[in-house]
């Protein structure tokens, strides 16, 4: 019979006098059987489409099913509650978002803390947010609404996809560092309010920009401006907000992630299998085609990310005083 890969590692180590540390081995054999990848939005969303992109990847590489597990409700804190009280073993995985991020001041009673219970792998997907107005606003640059704005307080509507929602995030931090008054109009989720925005009900929002691009493409919304630090390839011509107020940045991210705790090994397979993936032409541009860029975070990057994001969101809650519906 001839041995496997790993009885000849530890014949060899065995030899040098080396023995293999139990996560080690533990690294060296994962997976042996199925992994769930948690994620908290519906079938059909974007979340679902990435995990289902990089489950199939990692299933091929792997050698295991790699199964997504819708698990909605509570802006995705159930999924994320579910996988921080999983076992650290690396068999119950999140795909992670910009929402956690958010959620984690947000809610003011929730049984986990993101930034401590989640360990994260890798990033996968960004995507920029478009600040678009209807036609019959009159502004075609951000200054000229910004004056528009000053000059008609509280007759201007913004819709968001629910209070907290990253695009109404983005709304709020643009009136934090503009002083503009927008009466914000809460709809349950962005597609009812993209539908008042076109119909001209509501008179601006801030989208992401793939489920906008039609739209703006076709001339049934204006864009102002990307909430990105720099211009994106799918609107060319639009500045970024940050151009007209420093310190303005914000995008839509998707990423792996793990219980706390999940052996170090399996986390760095993991996120070289993800930094593989992100680097083949065909998978990248199944991500393109989402209408977002990958995201080449190792864990660390994407920890800092997750960090970082956590703070900005978490102080203009705090400020604005932002409940959760």
Known sequence: ??????????????????????HAAVALDYPT?????????????????????????????????????????ASG??????????PADGYTLL?????????????????????????????IMRTPGVMEVNPSVPARTVPEFIDYAKAHPGKINMGSGGTGSLIHMYGVLFMSLTGVKLVDVPYRGAPPALADL?????????????TSLGFI????????????????????GLPPLGEFLPGYEGSL???????????????????????????????????????????TLSAAEFGNLIAKDTQKWGQLIREAGIKPD
Do not use: H, Y
């Open 1 to 22: 019979m001839v041995p496997d890969f790993r009885s000849l590692l530890c014949v060899l180590f065995g030899i040098l006098g080396v023995t293999i540390a139990p």
């Open 33 to 73: 059987r199925p992994v769930r990848i948690l994620v908290g939005f519906p079938p059909g969303s974007t979340s679902d489409v990435v995990a289902r992109l990089i489950a199939q990847r990692l299933s091929e590489r792997l050698g295991q099913p790699f199964v997504v597990e819708d698990r909605t409700g």
């Open 77 to 86: 804190n159930i999924a994320a509650e579910a996988v921080a009280n999983a």
């Open 95 to 123: 795909l992670a978002g910009s929402n956690n991020a958010i959620n984690d001041t947000l809610f003011d009673n929730l049984a986990f803390n993101f930034n401590r219970d989640i360990a994260p792998i890798a990033g």
């Open 198 to 210: 076109l119909t001209g009900q509501i008179q601006i929002m801030f989208d992401n920009v793939p």
């Open 217 to 236: 493409r076709d001339g049934r919304l204006r864009p102002l401006a990307v909430t990105v630090s720099t211009r994106v390839d799918t609107l060319p």
């Open 253 to 295: 991210w998707q990423g792996l992630a793990a219980p706390k705790n999940t052996p170090q090994q399996i986390i760095n397979k993991l996120s070289v299998e993800i930094k593989s993936a992100l680097s083949d032409p065909q998978f990248k541009s199944r991500i393109v085609a989402l209408g977002g860029t990958p995201s």
